[in-house]
C-alpha cells in the first residue's frame, strides 16, 4: 500500500517536472542564436509528436500533455506580461489577448467537464464525477439513441451485429465506441486527446473546437504583439481605428536576453497556431461531412448512419 | 500607450506660428499650404531616400525657399551626427525631397561631434541652435538622423506650444510610450528655446537629455502638443543600439537644480570647422 503511493508520487512529480523542464530548456536553449532557434523547432514537433503517438498506442493515462498545455498556457501570460515591452502596447490590446486566454481556459474547462457525458454507462459508475444528475444523462443518451435509431431504420442495418462492444459486453449505441484509454465506450467518439486528459465526443465536441478557435486566435495575437514591438513593424492596413502591423526587420533580437525571450516565445507560439490550425481545418472538413476523427481514422466514413449535407451536419453539432 | 492631446488635420494650418526670416520677398503670393492637410498623403517611397529630386532647387548650405511663392514659415533643422554617413546620405535625400514639398524655407544643419568622447546628443543640439540664432531663425527642429516623416502633412514648422513631432513612430508600433516622451524629433520656437536655456549639457552617451528638456519646459509652464496620430507618423532606420549612460537617471533627478545654469548660457565647445556643403551646413565641433 505504501509502495504503491510513493510510486503515485513520484509519478506525478515525474509529470509536472517533466513538460516544466521540457518547456523551460528549449525556449531557453533557442535563445542563445538563431542557428539554435531554427534547430530546436524543428526537433520540438518532432518530439511532441511521436511522444503523443508513443503514449496514444499504448493506450496510457499519462497528465504530461495536459501538465504541457496548462504550463504553456501559464508561460505565455507571463512572457507577454512581463517580458513584451507593453509600453508600446495599448491596453486594449493587452485587453484583447487576456479575454483570449481566458475563453480558451473556459472553454477547455468546459471540455473536460462535458467529457463524462460522453461515457456509456458512467452515471451508474462514477457518480460523484459526473457533472450533471442521472436523470439528465440519460435523457441525454436516450435522446441521441432514438435520433440514431431513426437513421437505423431508415437504412435498415442489421444493428444487433454493429451496436456491441466486445470489450465492455454490452449493447451500445450507434456511433459509439470504446476508448482504451477511458476504458469506457464514448458516445460519438471523436478521439481521445491526451492535452486534456479527456475523451471528445458528442458532448463536448463543440467546445472543443471552440476552444481550439481561440486558443489559435490568442497564440497568433500573442506571436504578432511581440514580433511587431520588439521588432522593426510595418502598417499593413488599417481597419476600424486598428493599424494591424507586421514585423519586416527582426535581426539584433538575440542580443538581450529578454527580448530574446519574446522572440523565441513568438515561433513557439507560431509553432503552436500552425498545429491547431490543422486540427482546426481537420475538424471543419469532417463536421461538414458528419464524421467524427475516430470514424476517419477507423472506418474511413461515418458508421451506422445516413448521411446528410454540410448544413444539417453543422445543424446537428452545434444543437446537441 | 496614453492617450496624449493632440491636433487634429484640420487645426494645424491654425496652430502654427506664421513668421520667417526678415529677407524673405513680399512681391510674390504667398504659399498655400491648405492641400497638404486636406490630403494628409503618405510620401515615403524608397526612391525618395536613394536619390535627390532637382538638387539645382537647393542652394548651397541646405538651403532652400519656394522660388514661385513667398513662404510664411522659416525653420531651422538641427540634426546631431557622428559617423553615420550611410544614413546622413539617405536622411539627406530624403528630406529635401520631402521639405520641398512643404513650400517653406529652411536650411539644414548638421552638426558633428569631431572628437572621441561619447555623444552628446544635448550639447550638439545647443551648438546648432547657436548658429541658427545668429541667423535669425524663429524656429527651431532638432531631429534625429535616423528618422524620416511619413505624412506630408507633418509640417515642419513650430506651433504656439512646443511640439513633440515623432510621437508615431514605427519601431514603437506607432503607439505612445509615455506621456513626457519628448525626443527624436522636436520643435521648438527659437523664444522658448532661449527661455528654457536650452538643452542640458551634462549628458553624455544615450539617454535622458530629452526628458531633461521636458522637465525644463514644464518648470517654465510650457505645456507640450502633439499632431494627430495620423499625421505624425516616422519611420526609424535600423541601427545597432547604443549603450546607455548609466549616469543620466541621476543627471535627470538632479536636473532642476541646473535649469538656470547649464545649458544654452554655459556653452564651451571648440570650433572645428563651418563649411556650407551641397546639401546641408556643417558644424564640426569638439565638445
Redo the contacts between chains.
Keep these: 500500500m505504501k509502495l504503491l503511493s510513493e510510486s503515485k508520487i513520484k509519478k506525478n512529480k515525474f509529470d509536472v517536472l517533466l513538460p516544466l523542464i521540457f518547456i523551460l530548456a528549449t525556449n531557453f536553449i533557442a535563445i542563445v542564436s538563431l542557428e539554435f532557434c531554427i534547430m530546436i523547432f524543428l526537433v520540438f514537433p518532432v518530439a511532441i509528436t511521436s511522444f503523443y503517438i508513443y503514449c496514444a498506442k499504448k493506450s496510457s493515462r499519462t497528465n504530461v500533455f495536459f501538465i504541457f498545455s496548462l504550463l504553456s498556457a501559464i508561460y505565455f501570460i507571463c512572457l507577454f506580461e512581463f517580458f513584451v515591452p507593453l509600453l508600446e502596447l495599448l491596453p486594449q490590446e493587452n485587453f484583447v489577448f487576456v479575454s483570449l486566454i481566458t475563453l480558451t481556459v473556459i472553454f477547455f474547462f468546459k471540455t473536460y467537464q462535458h467529457s463524462s457525458l460522453n461515457r456509456l454507462g458512467a452515471s451508474s459508475s462514477t457518480t460523484s464525477e459526473s457533472l450533471k444528475n442521472n436523470t439528465n444523462d440519460s435523457v441525454s443518451v436516450s435522446l441521441i439513441e432514438a435520433e440514431e435509431k431513426q437513421c437505423d431504420s431508415d437504412e435498415d442495418l442489421d444493428s444487433e451485429d454493429k451496436n456491441s462492444c466486445s470489450i465492455c459486453r454490452k449493447f451500445i449505441p450507434a456511433r459509439t465506441f470504446h476508448c482504451n484509454s477511458c476504458k469506457s465506450c464514448i458516445i460519438g467518439r471523436d478521439h481521445h486527446n491526451y492535452f486534456l486528459n479527456c475523451c471528445i465526443g458528442r458532448f463536448n465536441h463543440k467546445y472543443f473546437l471552440f476552444g481550439c478557435i481561440s486558443s489559435f486566435s490568442a497564440l497568433l495575437l500573442f506571436a504578432n504583439l511581440s514580433l511587431t514591438s520588439i521588432c522593426h513593424p510595418f502598417p499593413v492596413f488599417k481597419i476600424f481605428g486598428v493599424m494591424f502591423l507586421l514585423p519586416d526587420d527582426c535581426t539584433d533580437v538575440f542580443r538581450e536576453t529578454e527580448i530574446a525571450l519574446c522572440f523565441v516565445g513568438a515561433i513557439y507560439a507560431i509553432e503552436l497556431a500552425i498545429a491547431l490550425f490543422i486540427v482546426i481545418i481537420h475538424q471543419f472538413v469532417l463536421i461538414s461531412k458528419g464524421m467524427t476523427s475516430h470514424e476517419f481514422w477507423i472506418h474511413k466514413e461515418r458508421v451506422n448512419s445516413r448521411k446528410y449535407g454540410i448544413w444539417r451536419n453543422w445543424k446537428n453539432f452545434c444543437y446537441i | 500607450?496614453i492617450y496624449y492631446e493632440n491636433i487634429s488635420v484640420d487645426d494645424i494650418y491654425g496652430s502654427l506660428v506664421k513668421k520667417t526670416v526678415k529677407n524673405a520677398t513680399a512681391e510674390k503670393v504667398n504659399c498655400d499650404y491648405r492641400e497638404l492637410f486636406e490630403k494628409n498623403q503618405y510620401f515615403y517611397k524608397p526612391p525618395f531616400s536613394k536619390e535627390i529630386l532637382n538638387s539645382a532647387e537647393i542652394s548651397s548650405g541646405g538651403e532652400y525657399s519656394p522660388e514661385n511663392c513667398s513662404p510664411l514659415f522659416s525653420v531651422a533643422i538641427i540634426v546631431p551626427y557622428r559617423k553615420r554617413a550611410n544614413q546622413l546620405k539617405a536622411f539627406l535625400n530624403y528630406m529635401h525631397n520631402f521639405l520641398r514639398k512643404q513650400s517653406i524655407h529652411y536650411k539644414i544643419f548638421i552638426v558633428e561631434q569631431a572628437d572621441s568622447k561619447a555623444f552628446n546628443r544635448a550639447k550638439l543640439f545647443n551648438i546648432g541652435a547657436k548658429y541658427a540664432l545668429k541667423e535669425n531663425f524663429p524656429c527651431l527642429i532638432m531631429q534625429d538622423v535616423d528618422l524620416m516623416p511619413l505624412k506630408l502633412a507633418n509640417i515642419y514648422v513650430c506651433t504656439e506650444r512646443p511640439r513633440h513631432m515623432s510621437s508615431a513612430l514605427?519601431?514603437?508600433?506607432?503607439?505612445l510610450?509615455?506621456f513626457g516622451l519628448f525626443g527624436g524629433a522636436v520643435a521648438i520656437t527659437s523664444d522658448v528655446f532661449i527661455h528654457v536655456n536650452g538643452f542640458s549639457n551634462m549628458f553624455q552617451g544615450w539617454g535622458g537629455e530629452d526628458d531633461d528638456l521636458y522637465a525644463r519646459l514644464v518648470h517654465k509652464g510650457y505645456k507640450i502638443i502633439r499632431f494627430d496620430s495620423s499625421v505624425a507618423q516616422y519611420t526609424?532606420l535600423?541601427h545597432?543600439?547604443e549603450s546607455p549612460n548609466p549616469d543620466r537617471i541621476n543627471y535627470l533627478r538632479s536636473g532642476y537644480l541646473r535649469f538656470d545654469t547649464d545649458g544654452l548660457n554655459s556653452l564651451v565647445y571648440t570650433e572645428r570647422a563651418i563649411k556650407p556643403m551641397e546639401l546641408y551646413t556643417n558644424i564640426s565641433v569638439e565638445i
Excluded: G, H, T, W
Design positions: 500607450m514605427d519601431s514603437f508600433r506607432f503607439n510610450p509615455y526609424m535600423s545597432a543600439k
